[in-house]
T-cell receptor, first 113, second 110 residues
């Protein structure tokens, strides 16, 4: 299995509080992604990174920011959590090229009350 | 734009065959297939590239019709372990990002 670790695995937080999710990889892959998964919507891309300090928005980026200061770490921050951000968040990594599959972490279940 | 997967759900008995589909309104560069079991992360199954190249799972086959912008995943002689939700992801260009469909739930019963 690809070496991807997400932390925390579960988190409950209150509306309006900041939350940071961490994704750590040991594969030295260039690309890293944050997805959210909600019933009836599948996997939706929030942000992605194509290198250290190189990030870009996905289809559902509002309310989220990311940072990548090292190849192995990709952080997702909810500046002020809302109930609509209750979801399961998956980090994924891939090598370069269209023939590179995504390898997913085990996910973080976030509940905003 | 999100690809459309069909049918919405599949129920079959062990040993039966199934076909699940993925279609896009845009020209496709590649199609990825992933399977997710309940409470787990999605797992890579196969990539199909424009031009016919395929990479992936030995026991699962798939097709990619570039003209129709469609892909189909063929599950033959299904096993209980095939149960899960199947997602297709599509890329419209070499540097575009994967857009996933909503997924198809497949249940294999003894």
């Amino acid at each position: 299995d690809a070496g991807i670790t997400q932390s925390p695995r579960h988190k409950v937080t209150e509306t309006g509080t900041p939350v940071t999710l961490r994704c750590h990889q040991t594969e030295n892959h260039r690309y890293m992604y944050w997805y959210r998964q909600d019933p009836g919507h599948g996997l939706r891309l929030i942000h992605y990174s194509y290198g250290v300090k190189d990030t870009d928005k996905g289809e559902v980026s509002d309310g989220y920011s990311v940072s990548r200061s090292k190849t192995e770490d990709f952080l997702l921050t909810l500046e002020s959590a809302t109930s609509s951000q209750t979801s399961v968040y998956f980090c994924a990594i891939s090598g370069q090229g269209a023939d590179s599959p995504l390898h997913f972490g085990n996910g973080t279940r976030l509940t905003v009350t | 734009q999100q690809p459309v997967q069909s049918p919405q759900a599949v129920i079959l008995r062990e040993g039966e065959d199934a076909v699940i589909n993925c279609s896009s309104s845009k020209a496709l560069y590649s199609v990825h297939w992933y399977r997710q079991k309940h409470g787990e992360a999605p797992v890579f199954l196969m990539i199909l590239l424009k031009g016919g190249e395929q990479k992936g799972h030995e026991k699962i086959s798939a097709s990619f019709n570039e003209k129709k912008q469609q892909s189909s995943l063929y599950l033959t002689a299904s096993q209980l372990s095939y149960s899960g939700t199947y997602f297709c992801g599509t890329e419209t260009g070499a540097n575009s990002k994967l857009t996933f469909g909503k997924g198809i739930t497949l249940s294999v019963r003894p």
